[in-house]
T-cell receptor, first 116, second 116 residues
Framework: AQTVTQSQPEMSVQEAETVTLSCTYD???????LFWYKQPPSRQMILVIR??????QNATENRFSVNFQKAAKSFSLKISDSQLGDTAMYFC?????????????FGPGTRLSVLP | ETGVTQTPRHLVMGMTNKKSLKCEQH?????MYWYKQSAKKPLELMFV???????ENNSVPSRFSPECPNSSHLFLHLHTLQPEDSALYLC???????????????FGPGTRLTVL
């Protein structure tokens, strides 16, 4: 079974600075997907960024980028130029798709606070 | 409405009550999911419906009973719950395609359930 670990329960960062959230996972699969989801306070969970395991190039979405280290089974999220709206719970997730459903395994989350 | 909606947003019930949570997706997806989000625990996948057929039941107690009458609607029927069942219940949907092709899961806002 796959597991996802986020070792930082809470983090804070000053507005406009850069922060990195850690995620490690355990799997014997070779083909899979990794995600970072964001859950703002009292709002819906939304996808921030995703990475296909077969791609060596790290995914980037505007101010969000990942450092994917497949051999180390590490998948960290870097947020540049942090904004107050980035305050949220961030969940790292692993997914091995199949024909029956996309079974996500989520980490416990990191609560990020962006300070003015 | 667009996306994934859930009603009610908040629910307080006694241990002997029977209630139902409703989820509706307006995205034309063919798969729907129920997750449980408890404080300080990872998101737990409860049920997966693929083309209205239940394909996953992750050892969920029988006091939770899902129903998927069509590809747009998903219900979670609750009866004789326990206080430890208090949590945020999230619904999600996605479009499954053949083979190991990924499509993003879209989440609803959740129902905050409190069992007294």
């Amino acid at each position: 079974a796959q597991t996802v670990t986020q070792s930082q329960p809470e983090m804070s960062v000053q507005e406009a600075e850069t922060v990195t959230l850690s995620c490690t996972y355990d799997t014997s699969e070779n083909n899979y997907y990794l995600f970072w989801y964001k859950q703002p306070p009292s709002r819906q969970m939304i996808l921030v960024i995703r990475q296909e395991a077969y791609k060596q190039q790290n995914a980037t979405e505007n101010r969000f980028s990942v450092n994917f280290q497949k051999a180390a089974k590490s998948f960290s999220l870097k947020i540049s130029d942090s904004q107050l709206g980035d305050t949220a719970m961030y969940f790292c997730a692993f997914m091995k798709p199949d024909n029956y459903g996309q079974n996500f395994v989520f980490g416990p989350g990191t609560r990020l606070s962006v300070l003015p | 409405e667009t996306g994934v909606t859930q009603t009610p947003r908040h629910l307080v019930m006694g241990m002997t009550n029977k209630k139902s949570l409703k989820c509706e997706q307006h995205l034309g997806h063919n798969a729907m999911y129920w997750y449980k989000q408890s404080a300080k625990k990872p998101l737990e996948l409860m049920f997966v419906y693929n083309f209205k057929e239940q394909t996953e039941n992750n050892s969920v107690p029988s006091r939770f009973s899902p129903e998927c009458p069509n590809s747009s609607h998903l219900f979670l029927h609750l009866h004789t719950l326990q206080p430890e069942d208090s949590a945020l219940y999230l619904c999600a949907s996605s479009q499954l395609t053949s083979g190991e092709i990924y499509n993003e899961q879209f989440f609803g806002p959740g129902t905050r359930l409190t069992v007294l």
